[in-house]
């Protein structure tokens, strides 16, 4: 039986497979931090080297969501990107279907459920 297909099956050694890795992808990204204030909101968002084949240009760690949702990560671009993308499409979906914005509450739970399948 494999240990590391399975969220809620623990290994032999009595840890989840799938957070071990969440873990990894984390420590080989940058650091990411928010600061809630009275009246704004700030991201900062450690750029790391960046290889030579790669243009500095293309990586953003803070992104817009909606027009009044901003994120930042940490971890790996690509997975990031893959979420940061359905949250847009869902944002414009709501948008779309109910003709107002989404709360934040609403789009992560939806960000939670995807990552959660």
């Known amino acids: ?3 590391d297909k399975s969220l809620s099956i623990f290994s032999p050694n009595g840890t989840l497979s799938q957070v071990d ?3 990894e992808a984390v420590k080989k990204g ?4 928010g600061l809630v204030g009275k009246d704004c909101v700030i991201l ?13 240009r293309t990586i953003k760690k803070i992104n817009k969501i909606d027009k009044h949702i901003f994120c930042c ?8 990107r893959s979420l940061i993308d359905f949250a847009r499409l869902e944002t414009q979906s709501y948008r779309f279907s109910l ?8 789009v992560s739970k939806q960000i939670a459920f995807r990552q959660q399948e």
Do not use: C
């Open 1 to 3: 039986m494999s240990y």
């Open 21 to 23: 890795y969440a873990f």
């Open 30 to 33: 940058g650091l990411s931090i």
């Open 44 to 56: 900062a968002a450690e750029r790391k080297a960046v290889p030579k084949l790669q243009d500095p």
């Open 73 to 80: 990560y940490s971890g790996i671009i690509a997975d990031s």
């Open 99 to 106: 003709d107002t914005s989404p709360s934040v509450e609403y």
